[in-house]
């Protein structure tokens, strides 16, 4: 039996609509915790996206310029000190974690696109997994309805 065979023999499908609305309830809590955190971490993802695309056009900025361009040198977000640019082909690059490396313009560019590339990639996967608990949550809700509104007639029956 082969590796797939055998997840495909322990996977179970289960019936919603055999599912007492307790449990159906908190199927569905889970569900949408899931969808919260999934969502929290696309838009991290997101953002992450977006500091490498600008990190990607200030490497060509930067390849425009010529060596003792005046040019302005963040200290924080929201502070610049004015400097020179001494040598363009040697940028100190974050590479995680707390450690910089040296390198030059063409190599941060491909450092960056790569991460960027690996992002995109995950942020994909992150996206389609959303949809699918969306729809799994959509579809729990629906049974939900049903065993609602089947309570409702019971109760006003037996009134």
Same mark, same amino acid.
């Given at each position: 039996?082969?590796?797939?065979?055998?997840?495909?023999? %322990?996977? %179970?499908?289960?019936?919603?609509?055999?599912?007492?609305?307790?449990?159906? /309830?908190?199927?569905?809590?889970?569900?949408?915790?899931? &969808?919260?955190?999934? #969502?929290?971490?696309?838009?991290?993802?997101?953002?992450? /996206? #977006?500091?490498?695309?600008? !990190?990607?056009?200030?490497?060509?900025?930067?390849?425009?310029?010529? $060596?003792?361009?005046?040019?302005?040198?963040?200290? %924080?977000?929201?502070?610049?000190?004015?400097?020179?640019?001494?040598? @363009?082909?040697?940028? &100190?690059? $974050?590479?995680?974690?707390?450690?910089?490396?040296?390198? !030059?313009?063409? $190599? #941060?560019? @491909?450092?960056?696109? @790569?991460?960027? %590339?690996?992002?995109?990639?995950?942020?994909?996967?992150?996206?389609?997994?959303?949809?699918?608990?969306?729809? /799994?949550?959509?579809?729990?809700?629906?049974?939900?309805?049903?065993?609602?509104?089947?309570?409702?007639?019971?109760?006003?029956?037996?009134?």
């Amino acid at each position: 039996m082969s590796s797939s065979d055998k997840d495909k023999a %322990t996977t %179970t499908v289960i019936d919603l609509a055999d599912l007492p609305m307790e449990q159906l /309830q908190a199927v569905r809590q889970q569900i949408e915790e899931e &969808i919260q955190h999934l #969502t929290e971490s696309y838009s991290a993802l997101k953002l992450a /996206q #977006t500091k490498f695309n600008t !990190n990607i056009e200030c490497v060509n900025t930067v390849k425009k310029l010529d $060596d003792g361009a005046n040019i302005l040198v963040p200290l %924080t977000v929201s502070l610049y000190v004015p400097g020179q640019l001494v040598n @363009k082909d040697k940028l &100190i690059v $974050d590479v995680g974690t707390g450690y910089y490396v040296e390198k !030059n313009l063409d $190599d #941060t560019k @491909k450092f960056f696109e @790569k991460k960027n %590339t690996f992002l995109k990639e995950n942020l994909k996967k992150l996206q389609d997994s959303i949809i699918s608990r969306q729809d /799994q949550n959509k579809s729990i809700i629906e049974v939900l309805q049903v065993k609602l509104n089947e309570a409702q007639k019971e109760r006003a029956k037996s009134k």
